[in-house]
């Protein structure tokens, strides 16, 4: 039984997603200390140089190489600029299921580019891969990243209850942990039969080349 992705890149009209390099350290460090991804996430915070560099060198990699999922660097096509993450985590081979987990840089938001990345990994996965379930899960009140599920078909399945700490901004600028609930969304083989076109009607690109 296969246990690892292969080291892969995936792209689409507008990107490219790939493993990720020491160049793109900055622009990860930056994008990790934003305050969307501070609120939502469970990354460091402050996001230091140190956290990046074993982020990209050490923690990415074995992700894949130890067989929990893959990490990917989402990447514009045309700039090469770090675009955001795509994650995928808590792989179960028995069962070919996997969990996503994505971040998007600030200056990249509103574009679709999460849709765009995280639908082009989910028909490589069941297309390529032969995955039968991806699952996400959103914190109850991210609902940019509910909207991404939304967008690529995703069907909710139910509440986790009290199940995340997510942070808020305190008055003096600082960031304090709040218990939340997390909305578990799951897609599956058939639930993309039809997203992709209806996506490519609303103006998204086109995920069909990878190597």
């Known amino acids: 039984m296969t246990t690892t992705f292969p080291d892969i890149s995936i792209s689409t009209e507008r990107l490219v997603l790939r493993p990720y390099e020491d160049a793109d350290i900055?622009?990860?460090?930056?994008?990790?200390?934003?305050?969307?991804?501070v609120a939502w996430t469970s990354a460091p915070h402050p996001y230091t140089a140190a956290?990046?560099?074993?982020w990209v060198r050490r923690i990415a990699p074995a992700e894949r190489t130890e067989g929990r999922g893959v990490v990917l660097a989402?990447?514009?096509?045309?700039?090469?600029?770090?675009?955001g993450i795509i994650h995928l985590r808590n792989t179960n081979w028995r069962t070919r299921a996997t969990e996503?987990?994505?971040?998007?840089?600030?200056?990249?938001?509103?574009?679709?580019?999460a849709t765009e990345s995280v639908l082009a990994v989910?028909?490589?996965?069941?297309?390529?891969?032969?995955?039968?379930?991806?699952?996400?899960?959103?914190?109850?009140?991210?609902?940019?990243?509910?909207?991404?599920?939304?967008k690529i078909g995703c069907i909710s399945e139910g509440v986790l209850r009290n199940a995340w700490i997510a942070r808020t901004q305190t008055?003096?600028?600082?960031?304090?942990?709040?218990?939340?609930?997390?909305?578990v969304w799951s897609l599956l083989p058939e639930d993309l039969?039809?997203?992709?076109?209806q996506l490519a009607d609303a103006g998204y690109s086109?995920?069909?080349?990878?190597?």
């Open 26 to 37: 900055p622009a990860h460090l930056e994008m990790m200390n934003d305050e969307m991804v």
């Open 51 to 54: 956290h990046a560099e074993d």
């Open 74 to 83: 989402v990447t514009e096509f045309l700039t090469q600029r770090l675009v």
């Open 100 to 113: 996503v987990a994505y971040v998007t840089a600030p200056w990249a938001r509103g574009e679709g580019y």
């Open 122 to 150: 989910a028909q490589w996965l069941f297309r390529d891969q032969h995955f039968e379930r991806l699952e996400l899960r959103t914190a109850a009140d991210n609902t940019a990243s509910q909207q991404v599920a939304q």
């Open 171 to 183: 008055e003096d600028g600082g960031w304090t942990d709040i218990r939340t609930d997390l909305i």
């Open 193 to 197: 039969e039809g997203a992709a076109d």
């Open 206 to 211: 086109s995920f069909t080349d990878w190597n």
